[in-house]
């Protein structure tokens, strides 16, 4: 089993929709929550992060995570064209965080259409 | 504003040829450097990180290796490349100390034939 589990999707929604993208993950020593867009043939640019449970927002995005059933989320309203890209969420745990050992889920696919 | 630089973005090359990719960071000193993979359909793996010049830990064995210079310089190389190294190589780099935000380079992606 992968330490954390995201849907590849590819996802397809209309322009205005909300999307909700997901992961899962395994080890319960991870308290740092990351989300990253990337888009194609580019390097990963970090959209949000979170440390333990809760919610944090940034604009049209929310991250959420819930340690109780090891499930974080990002929410995106009022989604764009220029939203399209691979998402990726990544965790850590407080000792991975001082060299930058991050678990990175492997991506979703999302494409926003006009 | 902190930027990083990654070069070169795109190459091919034949099996059992070195390789050097190279990266520098602008903006910031000490920072930690790191080098990630993304292969086809995985996430992105930590290779190697750096907390200071000529410090080096290395997370997968492999055919590769990664030196620090300079205090803004990371490079990977590897003397004999394989297929299997094929990939997108990302360097990357945080604020000494704070790991879990890590801000990547734009790539290059690596095509072994």
């Known amino acids: 089993q992968k330490e954390v589990e995201q849907d590849p999707g590819p996802l397809s929604v209309p322009e205005g929709a909300i999307v909700s993208l997901n992961c899962t993950y395994s080890n319960s020593a991870f308290q740092y929550f990351m989300w990253y867009r990337q888009y194609s043939r580019k390097g990963p640019e970090l959209l949000m992060y979170t440390y333990s449970s809760g919610n944090k927002e940034d604009g049209r995005f929310t991250a959420q995570v819930d340690k109780s059933s090891k499930y974080i989320s990002l929410f995106i309203r009022d989604s764009q064209p220029s939203d399209s890209a691979t998402y990726l969420c990544a965790t850590a745990n407080a000792g991975g965080t001082s060299y930058g050992k991050l678990t990175f889920g492997q991506g979703t696919i999302l494409t926003v259409h006009p | 504003s902190q930027t990083i630089h990654q070069w070169p973005a795109t190459l091919v090359q034949p099996v059992g040829s070195p390789l050097s990719l190279e990266c520098t960071v602008e903006g910031t000193s000490n920072p930690n450097l790191y080098w990630y993979r993304q292969a086809a359909g995985r996430g992105l793996q930590l290779l190697f990180y750096?907390?200071?010049?000529?410090?080096i830990s290395s997370e997968v064995p492999q055919n590769l290796s990664a030196s620090r210079p300079q205090d803004r310089q990371f490079i990977l190389s590897s003397k004999k490349l394989l297929l299997s190294d094929s990939g997108f190589y990302l360097c990357?780099?945080?604020?000494?100390?704070?790991?879990?935000?890590?801000?990547f380079g734009e790539g290059s992606w690596l095509t072994v034939v």
């Open positions: 750096s907390v200071g010049i000529g410090q």
């Open positions: 990357a780099w945080s604020v000494q100390g704070f790991g879990n935000t890590i801000y």
